[in-house]
């Protein structure tokens, strides 16, 4: 079985290179740009740097979204997954935001070039004391234009 860490082959500098990471600590804070890459990463403990796991022991995912912005700089978006109810205002994980929108826009995955905007809309419930308060998103989603679109023989040509 191979390791997907492992980088003794080759990695891309694409796998390093990313924008800062994208900051929502306002109610309204909002990002919208064009995907420049998507991945899927574990989740790392913040103070040990030690890989997140289920309780059946498999890793923890999250879903890191590079947006260009309208200014050309990058942002990077660390999307998490997770069930919260509404505290104050609405929404829902990111992740989840995220993957509602693109089923709103009719699309079946996630791709450069498509358009998304996030919006810190709401806070969820805290779920233990000491912990803050899980934020909660909406998302727009806009499909590109298929990069290859074909255009039929019969209108290359006019009488």
């Known amino acids: 079985m191979s390791d997907p860490y492992d980088t003794s082959g080759e990695?891309?500098?694409g796998d390093l290179e990313r924008g800062p990471s994208a900051k929502f600590p306002e109610l309204g804070d909002?990002?919208?740009g064009m995907i420049t890459s998507v991945k899927r990463t574990p989740q790392t403990d913040?103070?040990?740097g030690e890989v997140l796991r289920w309780n059946?022991?498999?890793e923890r995912l999250q879903t890191?979204?590079?947006l260009e912005l309208a200014d050309g700089t990058t942002t990077t978006l660390y999307a998490k997954g997770g069930k919260?109810?509404?505290a104050k205002g609405t929404g829902a994980s990111m992740e989840?935001?995220?993957?509602a929108a693109v089923k709103a826009a009719g699309g079946t995955s996630i791709r450069r070039g498509d358009m998304l905007a996030i919006e810190h809309t709401g806070l969820g419930k805290v779920s233990r004391k000491g912990m803050n308060a899980p934020k909660l998103f909406t998302a727009e989603y806009r499909l590109a234009e298929p990069a290859n679109a074909s255009v039929a023989?019969?209108?290359l040509f006019t009488d």
């Open 11 to 13: 990695l891309p500098l």
């Open 30 to 32: 909002k990002y919208a």
């Open 46 to 48: 913040f103070d040990s």
């Open 56 to 58: 059946d022991g498999s």
């Open 64 to 66: 890191l979204i590079e």
């Open 84 to 86: 919260y109810e509404a």
């Open 96 to 99: 989840s935001a995220i993957v």
């Open 153 to 155: 023989v019969d209108s």
